[in-house]
């Protein structure tokens, strides 16, 4: 009765959906429930996420502030700081982030906290649903004994316990939380039921499989052929440099088959939440098994040297034009992870101010999406006129290729360019001012 009684709710959108954590998952993943009809409270610790929430404001560029004012007048969505209001929860989506540690160690300080939270309020006829990105095995070895046998609770009878990897990618219009097919499995047959049936209330593409260890594990599948493939493409880079050729018109020539190759393109490093992270989370597990995940190590090693590798063509490019690195005034293009959004997590261009600051040179930087940027090595403040700081500095270093950008202004003003994206194209590709990477 209590599975027919939480599907009727879920089905009928009487369910009452709470969701732990309102970051780039959450927000968007709270607003599409609440749109889809369901009765929405996000939870989060943040006192000025739930502040703006409430007041129908939207901090994540994905979700507009309109959507988010017109679901908060409807009574459809909130957001509080106290915990105790999941006892009036049926469906519980997991929303926080797992990063690692310095020691490359996952850290799941954010999961253990709110499932410690979420197991004092736990009831039969609950649906929990584990959205943030981790290890196989952790909705079944950590969530499992927190949230049902240490309090009585049998899972796929009292209550339901599944995994379902988040999938976003800010800054995406053609892919968004309601249209990208969603990946679910349960601890049991009955939990991926009813998981899917409540994800079937709001999203187009419900994929179910047979358990939560499958459901990891595809999406350390997804992120982790990304940061290979893109390894490869950037250790081809240092290849062609070495040989004089030009990578990106390789790259160019072997995208015109039409089958057995995908395009992808060498970077100045890796940036964003997933990719540089969520591979790792694989090979700790693995190493836990006495088994060296090759494949992921190699790629890891050649990403993470790709920020020093751009300080080195910096440096080469002033070398050529009669200057030292040290004391030179460099100005960073772009430091958002990738193009035309404001995210920072594990952007590339914060190794490369860091490691041009270490060798002494005057950096400044432009975005126009991130105002401030402060790290323990230094403390920055976007440039206000950009062609000005251009025309001013001995080198300019592109590491996000915003769209925003008037690239054929900054190449007629700057003395010398890095370009770590190709954003000059075919422009820079023979200009003496220019360095490609």
Known sequence: MTKDSLLEKLNNRTARVAVLGLGYVGLPFATVFADAGFNVLGIDPAVDKVEKLNAGESYIKDVTSEDVARLVKAGRLSATTDFSRLKEADAVSICVPTPLRKTGDPDLSFILSVSDELAKYMHPGMVVVLESTTYPGTTREILLPKLGEAIGLKVGQDFFLAFSPERVDPGREDWTTINTPKVIGG????????????????????????????????????????????????????????????????????????????????????????????????????????????????????????????????????????????????????????????DLRESPAIDVIGLLTQKGAEVEYHDPYVSHLKEEEFDLVCVPDLLTAVRQADCVVIVTNHSTYDYPAILEAAQCIVDTRNALGSAGRDNPKVVRL
């Open 187 to 342: 601890i049991t047959e009955a939990c991926t039921e009813v998981a899917a049936t409540w994800y079937r209330g709001a999203l187009e593409t419900v994929v179910s499989v047979s358990s939560s260890e499958v459901a990891e594990m595809a999406k350390l599948l997804e992120n982790t052929f990304r940061m290979i493939n893109i390894g490869l493409v950037n250790e081809m880079a240092v290849m062609c440099d070495r040989l004089g050729i030009d990578v990106w018109e390789v790259i160019d020539a072997a995208a015109t088959k039409p089958f057995g190759f995908m395009k992808f393109t060498p970077g100045p490093g890796l940036g964003g939440h997933c990719i540089p992270i969520d591979p790792l989370y694989l090979s700790w597990k693995l190493r836990s098994l006495n088994y060296t995940a090759k494949f992921i190590e190699l790629a890891s090693e050649i990403n993470l040297g790709m920020p020093r590798y751009v300080v080195q063509k910096v440096q080469d490019a002033l070398n050529d034009h009669g200057k030292a690195l040290k004391g030179s005034k460099v100005l960073v293009l772009g430091v958002a992870y990738k193009p035309d959004i404001d």
